[in-house]
């Protein structure tokens, strides 16, 4: 596209190597921000949606890529890279002031690699404890337990509120200064790990001022598992068990992404019929996935009887799943080539037997709770969040949508048989708990909508195309996106040509949705935190990894 | 008249897999000589205790939500008496251990279980909490709780479906049913004198 081409044109630093509608641009680590605020700042395209920023360890150097997109035309992406050499001490400019999203990613990186991003306030580990010995994505990682041993005591709460900010100065020497997170006076409340409404293990520390909430400080990592690691010493297809348990109720989606990003690497052809089947599957997902967010969200206000409705409707997929897939919540259906086994012989019927009845069920709910005067009371005119918001913060999925920010990946990039289903992108503007509410429930009658168009017209052939026996990607980063019930899911692989990957990074669009509840929710009341995160509907172990 | 027996009426004896360990474990009480009156007394209470089970919901990840749909409609242990989920461990007597726990997490778990008043016993659901799952390879997760919590009930799979989640409860049910009620501790035999005050609270 001239526009960036043009854009980069400006970087005579830069290396630009161009695949597609991808743009690989290296530059020098002092450039760093230099070229990233020409991305972002400029009147022509501005790069305004960080999707990620992955850390790498190439072995000898340590480094970073910042992968942009421009909310104007979503289908361009940039992926900015830098290297540094120092891996004692490695450090690198920081970017929150121009993207939201940055804060949590640079700290993840942080935590990861051992990067320190210069004046980012608040330098602290993201998910592993404050007093955790190493960095372990790094590739020179010392796993041995006795090093990090199983705590017996809860995280010292100082050294939780303590941030180190790094910087350089004018002399070139490393600075390191500490902040206290809260004022000694300030009156804050802990909000789990352990609670029934965090949908997950997630800790917040919520200041307030009275009732009104001052600031919300999360804390991640009670369920970090490690799994990108883990994916490193794994084979390429026995990845995606593990990213069917990262986000749990899109995993299926999750998990078509990754083997998406494969078969592009392999240039791996698969059959129509696998596209279609993992297509009705990922719709079936997305749906029980919002049934039960709207069944939390309700319970979450106190309205048990919409959880069991929702439980109840998302049954009738869970059996639809069984029959064919032989899981209820991990289905382990999507394989690299197609999917595991071909559909059972009543699939068609009963997902054709599904689709009117939960356009029935669809209508009762919305007579049961979207019309509830107390419902409408809590929700209406309650967690403003605006369209520029939503991008910066890389708030993707429903909650995007319901702010404005057209950002369907289905749309965008029609992956499997998107291509071949009239939908609709459901969009609303007004960006308040009661669209995000209401988007999820338009949201089924879409996925229905697609369901009905193709369970009928799935081409025969095969269902899994022929693979080798021992897969090796050959050597370079491959990237796939997909749309998840919860936002946008990213994979990013990194390989050198061997049959275990380099790296691999998977975006968790719910880490964005937490931050964004760490703006949303700011300045008002404290009763309404809980709602607001059943409205942004995130899954902690997303998070986490 | 044979005091202590493991038959519960909400599943049949035949229908267990194992019937042998528990049958050995009150030959072994009855060989120890059980005061009828006593006795009669503790199956009256267990009789109680066994039927009304108020679980503390750990839920973590994954098979939380398997956990979720046993609650709801259409598994609904609530036939069995264990409805009431209390958010509060001074008010559960049994935890459930739903998902991964990992090294952050761990110290966590421990003491809500050092909170949770005497007599108080574990379920540990899904491969995660048995060993560790299929995060063995990990540098994060702990690998089995039993290393952090003594467990009464191993419910394996990944996720557990409801059935046998329920499966898990029924035998938490009768070993409930036949212990010595007068002979399980009191208190919480922790140092900690926070937890001592909050199991009467
Ligand atoms: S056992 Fe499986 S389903 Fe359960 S928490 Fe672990 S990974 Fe998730």
């Known amino acids: 596209m001239k526009v960036i081409q043009d854009l980069l044109a400006q970087m005579p630093y830069a290396e630009v190597v161009r695949q597609d509608k991808t743009y690989l641009v290296t530059v020098p680590k002092e450039q760093l921000y230099a070229a990233a605020s020409l991305l972002k700042n400029n009147e022509k395209l501005s790069f305004d949606y960080l999707n990620d920023i992955v850390g790498i360890d190439n072995g000898d150097s340590l480094g970073a890529v910042y992968i942009l997109s421009a909310s104007q035309f979503p289908s361009y992406i940039i992926r900015l890279k830098t290297l540094t050499d120092d891996r004692e001490q490695p450090t690198m400019d920081s970017v929150i002031d121009l993207w939201l999203s940055a804060d949590l990613y640079e700290r993840e990186v942080h935590d990861f690699f051992g ?6 306030p608040d330098m602290r580990r993201l998910f592993l404890r404050q007093d955790w010995k190493g960095y372990p994505l790094r590739k020179d990682y010392d796993a041995n337990p006795e090093l990090n041993p199983i705590p017996t005591e809860n995280e010292n709460l100082e050294a939780m509120e303590d941030l180190p900010t790094v910087d350089i100065d004018l002399n070139g020497k490393r600075r390191e200064q500490h902040q206290k997170l809260f004022e000694k006076e300030e009156y804050v409340v802990n909000f789990g790990p352990q609670h029934p409404s965090t949908h997950g293990a997630l800790h917040l520390r919520v200041s307030l001022d009275g009732e009104i909430i001052k600031k919300i400080d999360p804390n991640f990592g009670y369920i970090h598992r490690g799994i990108e690691k883990m994916c490193e010493t794994y084979t390429y297809p026995q990845i995606p068990h593990l990213i069917d348990r990262m986000d749990y109720l899109s995993g299926t989606i999750h998990r078509h992404g990754y083997c998406l990003a494969v078969e592009k690497a392999l240039q791996l052809e698969v059959s ?3 596209h279609y089947i993992r297509t009705i599957i990922d719709e079936l997902t997305r ?4 049934l039960l967010g709207w069944g939390c969200m309700a319970n979450d206000m106190g309205a048990i009887t919409a959880f069991i409705y929702g439980m109840r409707d998302r049954e009738k997929i869970m059996d639809i799943f069984e029959q064919t897939c032989g899981g209820r919540l991990m289905p382990n259906y999507s394989c690299i080539g197609g999917v595991m086994h071909d559909i059972h012989p009543e699939f068609q019927k009963k997902v054709k037997a599904f689709v009117p009845y939960m356009r029935k069920m669809l209508k009762e709910d919305h007579i049961l709770f979207t019309g509830n005067p107390i419902a409408r009371d809590r929700m209406d005119g309650v967690g403003y969040l605006s369209k520029e918001q939503a991008i910066s913060l890389g708030a993707t999925g429903p909650t995007g949508r319901a702010s404005g920010w057209s950002n369907d990946v289905r749309k965008i990039e029609p992956y499997a048989a998107y291509r071949h289903a009239d939908f609709k992108e459901m969009l609303r503007s007004d960006g308040l708990t009661f669209d995000r509410y209401v988007i999820r429930l338009d949201e089924i009658e879409e996925s229905l ?6 369970i009928d017209n799935i081409p025969g052939g095969a269902c899994c195309a022929k693979t080798k026996a021992i897969i090796k990607l050959p050597e370079g980063e491959f990237f796939q996106r997909v749309e998840g019930s919860h936002g946008e899911f990213d994979v990013f692989i990194s390989s050198k040509g061997e049959k275990y990957p380099w790296r691999v990074k998977f975006r968790s669009p719910c880490m964005t949705l937490v931050n964004t509840l760490k703006h949303i929710a700011v300045g008002g009341k404290i009763a309404d935190l809980i709602m607001l995160g059943g409205s942004l509907d995130y899954v902690v172990p997303c998070i986490d990894r | 008249m044979e005091v202590k027996d493991i038959k519960i009426k909400n599943m ?11 049958e050995s474990y009150v030959q072994e009480l009855r060989a120890n000589g059980v005061n009828v009156a006593v006795a009669k007394i503790d199956d009256l209470i267990n009789w109680g205790r066994s039927n009304s089970v108020w679980p503390l919901v750990f ?24 409805e009431v989920t209390r958010n509060s461990p001074r008010q559960a007597d049994v ?21 949770m008043p005497e007599p108080k016993y574990v379920m540990a659901i899904g491969s995660c909490t048995i060993s560790g799952g299929p995060f063995k390879k990990s540098y994060h997760t702990v690998m089995g709780i039993d290393n952090i919590v003594p467990v009464d009930v191993y419910v394996p799979g990944c996720p557990p479906r409801p059935d ?17 009620f007068f002979k399980l501790p009191k208190q919480p035999a922790t140092p900690q004198g926070e937890t001592a005050e909050g199991g009467e609270a």
């Not at chain 2, 229908?15 to 042998?20: I, M, V």
Request: glycine letters at 4%.
């Open chain 1, 115 to 120: 990067i320190n991003f210069l004046h980012n």
């Open chain 1, 272 to 274: 129509d019929r696998a």
């Open chain 1, 287 to 290: 749906i029980a996935s919002h």
């Open chain 1, 449 to 454: 909508k697609i369901i009905e168009q193709l």
């Open chain 2, 12 to 22: 049949k004896y035949e229908d267990f897999k194992d019937n042998e360990t528990l």
């Open chain 2, 59 to 82: 839920g973590t990840s994954c098979c939380a939500i398997e956990f979720m749909c046993t609650a709801a409609a259409r598994y609904d242990f609530a036939r069995f008496g264990w």
């Open chain 2, 95 to 115: 935890l459930f251990c739903c998902g991964t726990v990992v090294h952050k997490m761990a110290p966590v778990l421990k003491r809500l279980y050092d909170q």
């Open chain 2, 164 to 180: 046998a989640m329920i499966y898990g409860m029924m035998q938490l049910s009768r070993k409930i049913k036949m212990q010595e």
